[in-house]
């Protein structure tokens, strides 16, 4: 270093003007992080109103809409069941036409009020032990009147091999009963079947698989999203929110578990869940 008074001072001028523009430099980049910083929080605040709102606007209209579907189930089950008079044929065929509408209406209906609970989470898990064949069982007795003497098979393969499940059935009753409507109302012949298979010691896989029309690969990515629907002819003719999946999906990850779907257009589809076999809520 040189012994120049002189050069020495310029030289500590020199680094204290450095110091002096890099302290101003990190001023104001402090002063951009904290105002970013504040629009961020701003925009969580707006964000988690605006969730909050839609939610209370989907439980509202949800419960409205509840009580005059059920005023038309009713009606039409007293029409149907001949109580004000004999109809005929075409009558029938007509009042079973608006029935099922107002099923599916109905079914719409309790999809948007459980999509509001788990987004307000106000859904619970209630687990408690069950058995794989009373599960299939009760979904058995569910859409045997749905089945009945049509062309698609239902079949639930049920393994002896399955240990007791520590789970909320009703929800895992839930994810199944959207794997095996859909596969129904997708499969115009063939089978539509259901298994349980061990993959851990603790983890189980429940599976739907159908010989319907299958789902194109660029269409598999986003299926389990909200409001999603696959844009087919087939689909367009088959009424439906794009709630059903991603229902599935969020309760599957209540229990603990996933969803998955495996497809080929044209040769039918697997949609599967797994879940543990023992369920543990996590701290918190």
């Known amino acids: 270093m040189s012994s120049d008074p002189k050069a020495l001072q310029r030289t500590v001028e020199q680094q204290s003007a450095d110091l002096a523009a890099l302290r101003t430099e990190l001023e104001e980049t402090n002063r951009g992080v904290v105002a970013l910083y504040a629009e961020l929080e701003d925009n969580a605040v707006q964000l988690k109103d605006a969730a909050e709102l839609k939610s209370r606007f989907l439980s509202y209209m949800s419960h409205e809409f509840r009580t005059p ?106 994810i199944l009963r959207n794997f095996i409507s859909n596969a129904l109302k997708f499969t115009t012949q063939g089978e539509v079947r259901v298994t349980a298979r061990l993959l851990t010691d603790d983890r189980i896989e429940f599976a739907v698989t159908d010989t319907g029309i299958g789902i194109a690969k660029e269409h598999l990515p986003g299926l389990f999203s909200d409001f999603v629907q696959v844009d087919t002819r087939v689909q367009k003719r088959l009424r439906g929110a794009g709630l059903g999946l991603s229902l599935a999906r969020k309760f599957a990850h209540l229990l603990g578990g996933t969803v998955g779907v495996t497809s080929n257009e044209g040769q039918g589809s697997r949609f599967y869940v797994v879940i543990p076999c023992h369920y543990t809520a996590e701290p918190g």
């Open 69 to 174: 579907l059920a005023s038309m189930i009713s009606i039409t089950n007293i029409m149907l069941d001949g109580l004000d008079g004999p109809l005929t044929a075409e009558q029938k065929r007509q009042l079973q036409f608006v029935q099922g509408s107002v099923r599916e209406l109905s079914e719409m209906v309790d999809d948007l009020l459980d999509l509001a609970k788990v987004e307000a989470g106000r859904i619970s898990i209630s687990p408690e032990w069950f058995e794989m064949v009373d599960l299939f069982s009760a979904l058995r007795g569910m859409f045997k009147p749905i089945v009945g003497a049509g062309s698609v098979a239902l079949i639930f393969e049920e393994t002896q091999s399955i240990p007791r499940i520590y789970s909320d059935d009703k929800k895992l009753s839930q």
